[in-house]
């Protein structure tokens, strides 16, 4: 049967490029595949976080995929420090991957920036914790957004060179899942660049705690160009801004962009802006809802994740033995 394993970090305010590009997926996903989806929260201390903001984003995080219709019961919600494997597994692969692969990781560079010297040797190892949560499980397919495609190769690498050095085949060669163009939703404020927490603008983005109100007003206030919309695809050649309101439109309704194009072409965006208004509110309210619900009930989304651990542990430890006993520690 395959497997999926998909991880997502507690750090900050979800939006919704987190939504449109990650967790709708996830929820879809649910039907085909047993489902591993894991909060994150060893990754994110790879950068200081405030431990009080810590924990309250890892239940705001696992809140939003609950209520945007994860189901926990069916699959596996868990946050990743509650299974040990996988600081166990990551630090088999610190030994298994090459200085070289991981001096090749962007992501690396991008997050250092000039520092280098100065970033925690968690963040440079950051991909050997990935393909620890994932080969943990030996789960065989990674939904993933582009960004985190090199790291998805390194897990392949990993899997092999273990799968090499042991003369076994302890490990499946993952493949990752990459959903459509419509999902990378862009920033209101400049559509080349992906919609951020990092963004100082709080105008750049539409987070999931957002009101009615304020979801219409950052979408009037969208950066757009004078030309009307076009009414075919191809119109959209150098219009980013036009492109992401037209993709999120598109991505929100369960359309394609070329139907949002049919519709709304020749008119103003202030008309269109008007109607993506109305929709983003009716596609977002009932989760927020039902987020806030579950934020005011803090005991329950941590037993939510303390089940969800028990049932992770439970997969993970004979794979985790059988890892051990190939690498030739001791029974313990
Ligand atoms: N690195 C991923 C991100 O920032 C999160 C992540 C951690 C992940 N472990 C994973 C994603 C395993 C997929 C599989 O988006």
């Not at 939504?19 to 201390?45: K, P, S, T």
């Not at 405030?50 to 945007?68: F, G, H, I, K, N």
């Not at 000039?114 to 990935?130: D, H, I, Q, T």
């Not at 329950?300 to 890892?323: F, M, N, T, W, Y």
Request: a negative charge; aromatic letters at 6%; one cysteine or more.
């Amino acid at each position: 049967m395959s497997k999926i394993f998909s991880g997502v970090q507690p750090t900050g305010d979800l939006h919704l490029g987190n939504y449109l590009g990650a967790i709708r997926n996830w929820v879809r996903l649910q039907d085909d595949f047993d489902c591993l989806f894991c909060v994150v929260d060893m990754h994110a201390i790879t950068n200081w976080q405030d431990p009080a903001a810590l924990a309250a984003s890892t239940r705001e995080v696992t809140a939003a995929l609950l209520a945007s219709g994860i189901d926990a019961e069916r699959h596996i919600v868990f946050n990743q420090s509650q299974v040990p494997g996988h600081a166990e597994l990551a630090w088999i692969f610190n030994c298994v991957a090459r200085m070289g692969w991981l001096n090749r990781m962007t992501q690396f560079k991008e997050k250092a920036g000039k520092n280098r010297e100065n970033a925690s040797v968690g963040l440079f190892a950051y991909p050997n914790l990935m393909a620890a949560d994932i080969l943990l499980y030996k789960a065989t397919h990674v939904p993933v957004g582009e960004d985190q495609k090199q790291h998805l190769e390194l897990t392949r690498d990993i899997a092999q060179k273990f799968n090499n050095d042991f003369k076994c085949d302890m490990f499946p060669i993952v493949e990752p899942l990459i959903f459509g163009a419509a999902t990378r939703v862009m920033s209101l404020r400049d559509g080349t660049s992906k919609m951020s927490k990092s963004d100082p603008s709080e105008q750049s983005r539409i987070t999931m705690t957002d009101d009615a109100d304020t979801i219409a007003k950052k979408i009037r206030k969208a950066k757009t160009d004078p030309e009307a919309l076009p009414d075919t695809q191809k119109g959209l050649e150098g219009r980013a801004e036009a492109a992401n309101l037209m993709g999120i439109y598109a991505a929100l309704s369960d359309t394609e962009v070329a139907d949002v194009c049919a519709k709304f072409g020749g008119q103003q965006f202030s008309a269109f802006k008007q109607d993506l208004a109305d929709l983003a509110v009716a596609k977002l309210a009932p989760i927020q809802d039902e987020m806030r619900r579950l934020m005011a009930d803090p005991g329950h989304v941590d037993a939510v994740l303390a089940a969800g651990g028990q049932k992770a542990r439970a997969l993970a430890e004979p794979i985790l033995a059988e890892i051990k006993q190939t690498v030739g520690y001791l029974k313990p």
